[in-house]
């Protein structure tokens, strides 16, 4: 049985971050804190029900210190119903929304819940929406649906459901609601005069494409009294030409906050369009991406109380908007997916224990596959043991041996020695991390340190031996006589297989993480242009040839895709393309090296793999490869023969990513 917190009072005379946890008052409602965990989608609801992980999810961040929850958008008018949405228009559901709201009251805190609907929106990739509405028949620009135009008719039906539901949440204990009109939703599709062309009273002059969330405001101001809490989240800059831009957002903010209906106001970046990502900034934005534009538009707000969101990963970060008034609120998604106790930790003065957000944007990856949420750096998403979690000692005691340092092996030593086994983890490497150490060094990848910096900690606390710079063989663990052994031992990347074997056994050329590597021990700027053969298709590959471009006159990934980053969530794909074409990388799609190539005079032959055309590449002085991996196995077989226990987790066990290791070697550290 795993414990579910450890408790440590906290000291409120020493906070290091008063202002961050002073309260606050909303809509006549007390705050124990300035934490608002941001709206999430979890896809943890099941055949659109409240279930107990859903609830859990929730409780565990209002038992780690968020004062204000924003669940996910539930379905609240008709036609929303989905198998994780939650109904609430269409079905009773009372009971269920109310053990939910109980759930978080019961720890001083408010749920809450957004009000959104996608309208002609659709941010998955390929396909368009089959029933689609909007402001006008406009196409969207990401999925080029064109939308059904809703008639007034239509438009009051829409706001009406908004209020029924409203009431209905507030009846089952719901604090309020946040009205989602950004992110290129419905509501941001009738405020922006790109997509809405409307010549009745919803479109035209400001007033008119605001009218329907203003409609919808009073509805539900009037169903649901003023201690209901309601929030506005507007888009602040979304990209897109002729639509709404800072300016704009700012002439929208004074337009609201002039009706003094709504009790917070926040700005959110991006629409369903090439700009989807800003949405979400990833690890390659800076921090607190877009405090500027807030600032800017919280002057504008005459008052009303707003929040801000965007990378926002430690407390003093949260600190500083209070102490600077950029906001009154702190609004966290991803930080509190990766760290339920986060507001806990910052009341206690424990920010090395904090679990940080690697801003890699995995967990939407996962909700837009219709998965549940998962996370990085946080293999215990929506469990019932995950505030603070800390694992109880196991029954007996055990001698254990983690053979990598990679971020599976460093999970599973820390955990397994936390239960109190004896742990010797051995790493080849001079440095703990493994190979996305190496990715982590590269500029704007270092948030990937977040995953193994906070392993190390936990790793120390628990008494883990580690063992640097220690190639182990199966000999030295054999003689060991440990009870289990976990192969943590990673991948290498294969050999290309439309190059010749001979040119591998020369051994000139290196795989890229073993150039960037070397590039990086070795810093300064190099001639010619740098060729990469792209088989892998991940962001860690685009990371390594934008660092390539700092180094090299050129740089060029030929791919035998169609496409680069074709398995990367949208978000990231957006992310990878805006940054290869900022840094004037070519992409040579459908493409590999000729079977002939032999590298001489400096000109890289490619073929087309489709029609075999054959083209050349001058001037090239470095050719190196990023291509699917192989695991590293050699111990496992020595080690069975001799009749040790082996646990194979990670890259070892099947090349994927590192939240598939992180939950793999907490697994095996738990079931040891």
């Known amino acids: 049985m795993l414990q579910t917190a450890r408790h440590i009072d906290i000291d409120t005379d020493a906070l290091e971050y008063p202002r961050l946890l002073s309260p606050f008052e909303l809509a006549g409602k007390r705050l124990k804190n300035r934490i608002v965990h941001a709206a999430m989608s979890t896809r943890f609801a099941k055949n659109g029900e409240v279930t107990d992980q859903l609830i859990r999810y929730h409780a565990n961040r209002a038992a780690g210190g968020a004062a204000m929850l924003i669940a996910e958008p539930l379905a609240v008018r008709r036609g929303q119903a989905s198998d994780t949405r939650v109904r609430v228009w269409d079905q009773d559901n009372l009971d269920g929304l109310k053990r939910w709201a109980d759930a978080v009251n019961a720890h001083d805190s408010h749920l809450l819940t957004q009000i959104q609907d996608p309208g002609r929106g659709l941010h998955k990739p390929g396909g368009r929406r089959r029933q689609a509405y909007g402001p006008s028949a406009l196409p969207d620009d990401w999925s080029w649906t064109v939308p059904h135009a809703l008639s007034v008719d239509e438009i009051h039906t829409m706001v009406d459901d908004y209020a ?180 806990l930790k910052a009341a206690q003065n424990r920010d090395n224990d904090i679990r940080k957000c690697v801003s890699c944007n995995n967990c939407w990856g996962v909700i837009n596959q219709e998965l549940p949420l998962q996370c990085d750096n946080n293999p215990r998403v929506g469990f019932k043991e995950e505030v603070d979690w800390w694992p109880q000692p196991a029954p007996t005691k055990k001698k254990v041996a983690v053979v990598g340092g990679g971020v599976a092996g460093l999970e599973a030593a820390w955990v397994a020695a936390a239960r109190g086994h004896d742990v010797t983890l051995y790493s080849a490497g001079s440095e703990l991390g493994g190979k996305i150490r190496i990715n982590a060094l590269i500029p704007t990848c270092d948030p990937l340190s977040s995953i193994y910096d906070y392993q190390q900690v936990a790793g120390k606390k628990a008494g883990v031996n580690y063992q640097l710079g220690w190639r182990v063989g199966a000999d030295e663990l054999i003689a060991a006589k440990p009870d289990a052994v976990v192969l943590a031992t990673g991948s290498t990347m294969a050999w290309p297989t439309s190059l010749p074997q001979s040119l591998k056994d020369e051994g000139f050329i290196l795989d890229l993480r073993a ?10 700027k190099q001639p010619g242009t740098a060729v990469i053969f792209d088989e892998d298709g991940l962001d860690g590959t685009y990371s390594a040839a934008e660092f390539l471009a700092t180094v090299f006159d050129k740089v060029v990934l030929v791919t035998s895709r169609e496409m680069v980053a074709r398995d990367e969530p ?23 090296p000729s079977p002939d190539e032999r590298f001489e005079d400096g000109i890289f032959v490619y073929r087309n793999v489709i029609n075999g055309d054959s083209g050349e590449i001058a001037d090239v002085s470095l050719f190196t490869y990023s291509t699917q991996r192989v695991p590293d196995l050699d111990l496992q077989a020595p080690l069975q023969a001799a009749g040790i226990a082996v646990h194979v987790i990670g890259d070892a066990y099947m090349p994927r990513n590192q939240m598939v290791a992180t939950q793999e070697g907490h697994t095996v550290g738990n079931s040891l």
């Open 164 to 343: 029924v539901s409203a009431h209905k949440l507030k009846a089952a204990g719901f604090s309020g609601v946040e009205i989602s009109a950004g992110h290129g939703h419905i509501f941001h599709q009738f405020l922006s005069p790109h997509s809405n062309n409307r010549e009745d009273a919803y479109g035209g002059a400001l007033e008119n494409r605001a009218r329907l969330v203003q409609e919808t405001i009073e509805a539900m101001r009037a169903e649901c009294g003023a201690d209901f809490i309601i929030g506005l989240r507007l888009p602040g800059d979304d990209y897109v030409a002729g639509s709404i831009d800072p300016d704009e957002a700012e002439r929208l903010t004074r337009y609201f906050a002039a009706k003094r209906q709504v009790d917070f106001l926040n700005w959110v970046q991006g629409s369903h369009h090439r700009s989807l990502e800003m949405h979400l900034p990833d690890m390659h934005f800076s921090r607190g991406t877009f405090f500027d534009l807030i600032k800017r538009l919280h002057d504008a707000s005459d008052g009303i109380p707003t929040g801000a969101v965007g990378r926002i990963l430690e407390p003093i970060q949260g600190e500083s908007l209070l102490r600077d008034g950029i906001s009154e609120l702190v609004m966290l998604g991803r930080t509190l997916v990766t760290d339920p106790a986060w507001g």
């Open 515 to 524: 150039i960037v590597a070397e590039l990086l021990d070795h810093p300064g």
């Open 570 to 592: 949208v978000v990231r794909q957006q992310s990878v393309y805006r940054r290869l074409y900022d840094a004037h990388i070519d992409i040579l799609p459908l493409c590999e």
